[in-house]
């Protein structure tokens, strides 16, 4: 009898473990900072985009600020941001200047209207937060200036 209520209890007290919820980590919010020598200065960024199942790369000129529908698909693409030397001060995320030293676009995807993926493609590191999807692949590759 003792064995069973031991084991019992076992269980009891595993269920209760599993049943709690995972502590959640918290992320620092970061905040984008286009300083005055890089507004304005950047009309479009280009983006390869590879499609995984049909084995083409196109390159799309996508205007900032501005959504970009990827035809053939349910995607619509929009370039946030982009800053030419981009770094990472704390929680800060901003260019140290006008110069083309580490080029960075923000990325906002949606698929049927939904956000699927907010992030950064940068052109020197195309793997570094690399988006997954499973039919499309992009790459930051060129940069048009404002005229």
């Not at 007290?13 to 599993?18: D, F, G, I, V």
């Not at 960024?45 to 035809?71: C, R, W």
């Not at 982009?82 to 800060?92: A, I, S």
């Not at 937060?129 to 048009?144: E, I, K, S």
Request: charged share 20%.
């Amino acid at each position: 009898m003792v064995a069973i209520g031991f084991a019992a209890g076992c269980n009891k007290k595993e269920t209760e473990e599993q049943s709690s919820p995972a502590p959640q980590v918290t992320k620092a919010l970061s905040t984008v900072v286009v300083p005055a020598q890089v507004q304005g200065k950047w009309k479009a960024v280009q983006i390869e985009v590879a499609d995984k199942n049909a084995h083409l790369k196109k390159v799309y000129s996508v205007k900032i600020g501005s959504d970009f529908k990827l035809p053939g698909s349910d995607l619509t693409l929009k370039v946030e941001t982009f800053l030419p030397h981009f770094v990472m001060e704390g929680t800060t995320l901003t260019s140290q200047s006008n110069d083309l030293v580490n080029p960075a676009a923000q990325l906002v995807i949606r698929e049927n209207g939904k956000e699927i993926y907010k992030g950064w493609l940068f052109s020197l590191y195309p793997a570094t937060h690399a988006f997954q999807h499973p039919q499309y692949g992009f790459t930051l590759v060129d940069y048009q200036p404002a005229s």
